[in-house]
């Protein structure tokens, strides 16, 4: 019978999650939850006898955990991220691919993952949560890759560089004929919060209106803001502008580096919203950009397992 798979990608601003086509995205805003909620009815993921609201319940609380300090991964506030996707999910039992950030990602930081894993107590909806079945870390990127191969597998014999604009990285990587070249990874932190934080201190400096993240990229696509029945319009080219050549020297550079000559370049993640701004260079949206390294997971926790049952 075939073992459950899930595919986990926990970002600085999002935290996605891909189980076959049941796919889901929350925020990755995590808050100690200090007293008992009188009003609503929520229930706290328990990590070592630390109670944390995880998610939308988090945001509401404020006072949220900064997730772009160095130590974020295998804490106990990201083990709660972890606890809230599988309870999101209701998933019990199975193969489960997690990514790191490429420019950390080895076999040393893999295994102090595992040990976090396995060695806390993370108690679910008041139940204690075991993780069963096998964990197996990868680079955040490759699942963009993986997602990609999905719909061309001729590209699984091309020279692939991918680029993953998430909130706060920008992760490069690149696969040769299929093979992860451990030596041509790299890591930025030139995400889309930098051109986002612009453009909400250029709204307050207009409107003398604050706005969160989410407005600010609805801005960036476009969009205007609604404020108590008015809607507000900003012209942000400028910081648009100063980001995107900021992030195109970074590819650029990237891209000359490589030890072999890319045929492809996807971009996937946050990278969508501008791809168009980032000038004439030839890089392919990969399908759900979002949610690409979440559902490449899932297909790799899938691939192995079919492999593993071959022998």
Not at 129 to 144: D, E, K, L, S, T
Not at 241 to 247: L, P, Q, R, V, W
């Amino acid at each position: 019978m075939p073992t459950d798979c899930i595919g986990i990608d926990i970002g600085y601003g999002f935290t996605k999650t891909c189980r076959a086509d049941d796919k889901r995205i929350f925020p990755t805003a995590i808050t100690m939850m200090t007293k008992e909620n009188t009003f609503a009815d929520i229930s706290p993921i328990v990590v070592n006898g630390q109670r944390f609201l995880v998610g939308k319940d988090a945001e509401r609380e404020g006072n949220t955990i900064d997730t772009r300090q160095s130590g974020f991964v295998t804490s106990d506030a990201w083990l709660a991220v972890l606890g809230h996707c599988f309870r999101v999910n209701d998933f019990v039992n199975g193969e489960i691919v997690l990514g790191v950030p490429p420019g950390v990602f080895s076999r040393k930081y893999s295994r102090r993952i595992l040990d976090a894993i396995r060695a806390s107590d993370i108690r679910v909806n008041g139940e204690p949560y075991r993780v069963r079945g096998n964990v197996r870390i990868i680079p955040q990127g490759a699942g963009i890759f993986f997602r990609h191969i999905q719909d061309q597998p001729g590209d699984l014999q091309r020279n692939v560089a991918v680029i993953d604009i998430g909130h706060n990285t920008v992760d490069m990587v690149f696969f040769a004929q299929g093979r992860y070249v451990e030596s041509a990874t790299e890591s930025q932190e030139i995400g889309v919060s930098l051109v986002l934080h612009s453009i909400m201190k250029a709204f307050y400096r207009e409107h003398r209106l604050a706005i969160d993240s989410e407005a600010a990229l609805g801005i960036l696509q476009g969009k205007q803001v609604t404020y108590m029945g008015d809607a507000y319009a900003i012209e942000v080219r400028e910081e648009i502008e100063g980001y995107t050549k900021s992030i195109s020297s970074v590819i650029s550079r990237y891209l000359e580096k490589l030890p072999l000559h890319p045929d492809l370049g996807i971009i996937g993640g946050g990278g969508a919203a501008i791809r168009d701004l980032l000038g004439s260079r030839n890089l392919l949206v990969v399908s759900e950009p979002a949610m690409a390294n979440a559902i490449g997971y899932w297909y790799y926790a899938r691939n192995a397992q079919q492999g593993d049952s071959r022998g």
